[in-house]
T-cell receptor, first 112, second 113 residues
């Protein structure tokens, strides 16, 4: 069945460091891919999305490219800030769009 | 614009007591609705989803149930809570387009004592 695998955390970075959080997926057909961010005590917020191969989603300095050949959707940011500290979830929706599959989440802490 | 409301924000209930969590969506019609549970420090577990009034799909057999009495209302219930029901419960909705993302509420922190 469909699934998402993302890198284990926690990840600790210094402010202004480069961030990569790896995400790979298994799916039949052509799923849509998403990154969500969760701040402590809150629900998940959509960070960015890509709906077809080679699409690049971007928001708030974060980027991810839908790579069909490597079945990946890695999250990147060139210079992280303390306010980026949160848990990040990679997700896909199946072809019908009724079911979503989430990775286990990666906790990011950015220190000044 | 669309908004999703989920309440209560926090709840402490004794073992064996009933549960009712409510979620409503505004600004859209015929959304797909979802209930997820997030155990402490862990990922998301899909509990139920609904594609229409009265249509509920259960993903995990347990002592929880869901109902959708109105188009934009989704209720999570239990007749008798267990300690293992403690967690962070999230309601979410999405539009009918296949590429629509999920939009989450702010969650309910349930502690069963």
């Amino acid at each position: 069945g469909d699934s998402v695998t993302q890198m284990e955390g926690p990840v600790t970075l210094s402010e202004e460091a480069f961030l990569t959080i790896n995400c790979t997926y298994t799916a039949t057909g052509y799923p849509s891919l998403f990154w969500y961010v969760q701040y402590p005590g809150e629900g998940l917020q959509l960070l960015l999305k890509a709906t077809k191969a080679d699409d690049k989603g971007s928001n708030k300095g974060f980027e991810a490219t839908y790579r069909k050949e490597t079945t990946s959707f890695h999250l990147e940011k060139g210079s992280v800030q303390v306010s980026d500290s949160a848990v990040y979830f990679c997700a896909l929706s199946d072809k019908a769009g009724n079911q979503f599959y989430f990775g286990t989440g990666t906790s990011l802490t950015v220190i000044p | 614009s669309q908004t999703i409301h989920q309440w209560p924000a926090t709840l402490v209930q004794p073992v064996g007591s009933p549960l009712s969590l409510e979620c409503t969506v505004e600004g859209t019609s015929n959304p797909n609705l979802y209930w997820y549970r997030q155990a402490a420090g862990r990922g998301l577990q899909l509990l139920f989803y609904s594609v229409g009034i009265g249509q509920i799909s259960s993903e995990v057999p347990q002592n929880l149930s869901a109902s959708r009495p109105q188009d934009r209302q989704f209720i999570l219930s239990s007749k008798k809570l267990l300690l293992s029901d403690s967690g962070f419960y999230l309601c979410a909705w999405r539009g009918q387009s296949n590429n629509s993302p999920l939009h989450f509420g702010n969650g309910t922190r349930l502690t069963v004592t």
